[in-house]
């Protein structure tokens, strides 16, 4: 494993470590290096990357460092929804990513999404309606994120199960299941501020949270997942808007 991909996973456990104990010290020295150390690791990897995708690729992790730092106080509402229009910047430059490899929408994908969000949309409108609207909006932005990272086209040698690709040698094929664990990452924000009462509950959630973000994030980030092409294989959406 490359040194700062390595780094990353120290400071993701150091920023869940201080989540479970309740040691924010602990998160505010090592939540703001995750983001920049993975970037870090794609400008240095070597990969053969379209600039334009390496520039989108860097300013979604440019995104995602603002919504960390926000989010270390995760019971603040005014910081939960600075954060979460921090995500969703992250999350449009994701989809356009996933866009720029050939992903489009299809149903079968999008469907159980759709309903996803819109039973979390109603829960925030019925607990908690200063929240519904801006964390609605965000949930389009990761829903769609989601449903492009999850189009078997972007692996097409992968087997696909319930509309989502198996990961396999190929690294675009782990992009849906890194899309998944953002999905439930997030899904456990809601859950975690709707439902969690106890100080222990809470801490337990939010470690739970910050794992899941984490993997969603290293799966996402993978130099390989964003090469010119892949394994060998052709990538003729990327090629065209590269020579555009």
């Known amino acids: 494993m490359r040194p700062l991909r390595a780094g ?45 995708d390496r520039t989108l690729l860097l300013s ?29 910047v992250m999350q449009t430059g994701y989809a356009a990513l996933w866009w ?59 087997n696909t199960v319930a509309g989502l690709n198996i990961p396999g040698a190929d690294p675009r094929s782990r992009l849906g299941v890194g899309a998944l664990l953002f999905t439930v990452s997030d899904g456990l924000i809601v859950l975690r501020r709707l439902f969690a009462r106890g100080d222990r509950a809470r801490r337990v959630l939010e470690a739970v949270i910050l794992a899941t973000y984490g993997a969603a994030q290293f799966v996402l980030t993978d130099p390989a997942a964003h090469a010119r092409t892949p394994l060998g294989a052709a990538a003729p959406e990327q090629i065209s808007a590269d020579s555009a």
């Not at 019925?126 to 692996?155: F, I, Q, R």
């Open 60 to 88: 979604s992790l440019g995104a995602a460092t603002v919504g960390d730092i926000l989010l270390i106080e995760p019971d603040d509402d005014r910081r939960l929804i600075a954060g979460a229009s921090s995500f969703a």
């Open 100 to 158: 720029r490899y050939g992903a489009r929408p299809s149903p079968a994908v999008a469907v159980p999404r759709v309903l996803a969000w819109a039973g979390a949309a109603a829960m925030l409108r019925a607990k908690a309606p200063a929240l519904a609207a801006p964390l609605s909006a965000y949930g389009v932005t990761l829903g769609t994120a989601a449903v492009l990272a999850s189009d078997p086209a972007l692996a097409e040698d992968a």
């Open 8 to 52: 990353f996973l120290a400071a993701t456990a150091v920023t869940v470590a201080g989540a479970l104990t309740g040691r924010q010290r602990w998160q505010w020295a090592a939540k703001p290096l995750m983001m920049p150390l993975l970037a870090a690791d794609i400008a240095t990897s070597g990969a053969d990357i379209v600039p334009a």
